[in-house]
């Protein structure tokens, strides 16, 4: 069985690339001898040579926090906690925890006497307050 590429005698046509396109010798001369024109023969070919790639230029990379957009306030870094804002955090939790041990301690007669049970309320509220301000703490 011939291949599809072949000619009917079994050979195989003589293939071409010029100019980026596939030709063979067959249909150079079935051409020529409708146009009445001298067939391009390998000495008649030039050759184009490649073209140059040019290289794309590297885009600089931007930081995000100096990139303008919609989403300027997104894209920059929390400011930082100012320097009592720790202290003032451990501080609370402290105090309420030191609030509440002294209630117990005590069997309610410290820190302040006339609040009864509400005292172990005003601990938890240091120690809540505490805890509060570690969901801000950067």
Request: aromatic residues 8%; contains cysteine; glycine residues 10%.
């Amino acid at each position: 069985m011939a291949r599809p590429d072949s000619s009917p005698n079994g050979e195989t046509p003589d293939v071409e690339l010029t100019d980026g396109k596939v030709t063979n010798d067959s249909t150079e001369l079935a051409g020529a001898a409708a146009t009445g024109a001298e067939p391009a023969g390998p000495e008649k070919v030039a050759a184009v040579p490649p073209k140059a790639r040019k290289h794309k230029e590297k885009k600089k990379r931007v930081p995000r926090s100096q990139r303008g957009g919609l989403h300027d306030d997104i894209a920059r870094a929390p400011a930082p906690n100012p320097t009592w804002f720790v202290p003032v955090m451990c501080g609370l939790m402290i105090i309420g925890l030191f609030w509440v041990v002294i209630y117990y301690l005590s069997a309610g007669q410290w820190p302040v006497r006339a609040m009864g049970n509400w005292n172990l309320l005003a601990g938890f509220a240091f120690i809540i307050s505490g805890f509060m301000m570690t969901t801000r703490w950067r």
